[in-house]
């Protein structure tokens, strides 16, 4: 490969070299090896070697006398040239991506990841369809956006439907605990009342036996009918009492 220089047609330098002496009459082009921190990764005619870039954040490939080497940006920022020289922050969010403007100065805009209907699966890289909740029968109870998936729940109907079975099998078996409770209390107080009954008349028969063999003055004898006759009604009012409760029950 040549170049020309004064008139002449003259060799050019190799990659990783630079033109220490022009070619003239007497010689070709002579060149020298690029110097530390320098490169020339093409033939060319120039007096000097590139100098390797500076990287503002990271070097993704070494800078060599016949290499430029790379730069990059650490994650989450973009580079802000094609050489990478600059880094800025990326502002898009989860579910976007950048959309780079320009060939050497660069500017970005957020997109999403995914078209419309679907979202970004962060844990599997991928994107995927919103759950259509309408298909399987459900509501909708959260829709989709750009990095969830739809929720869906069971139509308010059937939930009320269920809350009320709940309440109402809730109230039967309250009242059927009720209910045994209070006839397993009438009972016994039933069954208390008899036993008392019972007694009573035993009580009547042993008084009237043992007062029979008595000789009572009239004063005394009077006395004891008025006692016999208020216990009698007595117990024909208790007696009374039982037998509307046991028919009642």
Partial sequence: MQYGHEGRCCDKCAPGTYVMEFCSETHETKCSPCQEGTYADKHHSFDRCEKCPSCY?????????????????????????????????????????????????????????CPGNHYFDAKDNICKPWTQCSVKGLAERIPGNKTHDSVCAKPEKEKDASLQWIVSTGFVLLS????????????????????????????????????????????????QFIIQDKFQDCCSVSQ???EKVSTLS
């Fill in 57 to 113: 954040q990271a070097l993704t490939q070494k800078c060599t006398k016949t290499s430029r080497g790379n730069c990059s940006c650490q994650s989450d920022f973009l580079c802000s040239d094609s050489a990478c020289s600059q880094c800025e922050k990326n502002k898009c969010s989860a579910g976007e991506e950048p959309w780079r403007i320009g060939s050497m100065k660069y500017s970005y805009q957020c997109k999403p990841k």
């Fill in 176 to 223: 059927l605990t009720l209910f045994v409770f209070v006839f397993y209390t009438c009972l016994k107080k039933l069954k208390r009342n008899r036993r008392n009954h019972a007694a009573g008349k035993v009580s009547v028969h042993a008084v009237g036996s043992k007062t029979s063999d008595f000789h009572l003055s009239k004063e005394e004898s009077g006395f």
């Fill in 240 to 242: 009374l009492h039982l």
